[in-house]
C-alpha cells in the first residue's frame, strides 16, 4: 500500500497506536529497571538479605563467568536430554495411543489404570533411579 493513499487522519491514528505501543514498552522496561535497581539498593543496604535473595549485580557476574566453571556444558548437555527425552516421550504416547486406538480390547483392560495415572502428580512418577540430585555418597 503506497503512502499516497492514505489519508491524513489514518496517518495520525497509526502513528499514535505506535507511540502507544511504544509508550507501553518503554514503561514496562522502566518498571524491570527500577525492580532491578531497588533490588540492588535493599541488598547493599542489608534491608534483605542477599544470601537468599541474591542481588543483580552477582546474578550478572556469575552470568559473565558462565564458561569458566562449565556451566554452558551443563546447559547444553540438560538442553540436548530434554529434547530427547521430549521426542522419546512424544513418539512412545503415540504409539500407544494408535495401538490403544486400533485394539478395543486393549483400550477397555488399560482404561481404569490409565486414568489413575492421569490422576497422580507427574512428580510421583519420575523413576526410582532419579534422586532429582540427591544421592547417597
Partial sequence: MHDKFISLDRKKYL????????????????????????????????????FITSKPSRIFQTFMNLSSNNLLMH??????????GFLSGTILGIL???????????????????????????VALRSYYNYLGWSWN
Fill in 15 to 50: 502513528r499514535k497506536i505506535k507511540m502507544d505501543k511504544l509508550f507501553v514498552f518503554f514503561t514496562q522496561i522502566g518498571i524491570i529497571a527500577a525492580f532491578i535497581i531497588l533490588w540492588e539498593v535493599l541488598a547493599n543496604l542489608k534491608v534483605i538479605d542477599s
Fill in 75 to 84: 546447559l547444553g548437555v540438560t538442553f540436548y536430554e530434554t529434547i530427547i
Fill in 96 to 122: 500407544i495411543a494408535i495401538i490403544l486406538w486400533l485394539s478395543k480390547f486393549l483400550s477397555k483392560v488399560f482404561e481404569p489404570f490409565l486414568v489413575i495415572l492421569n490422576s497422580l502428580p507427574k
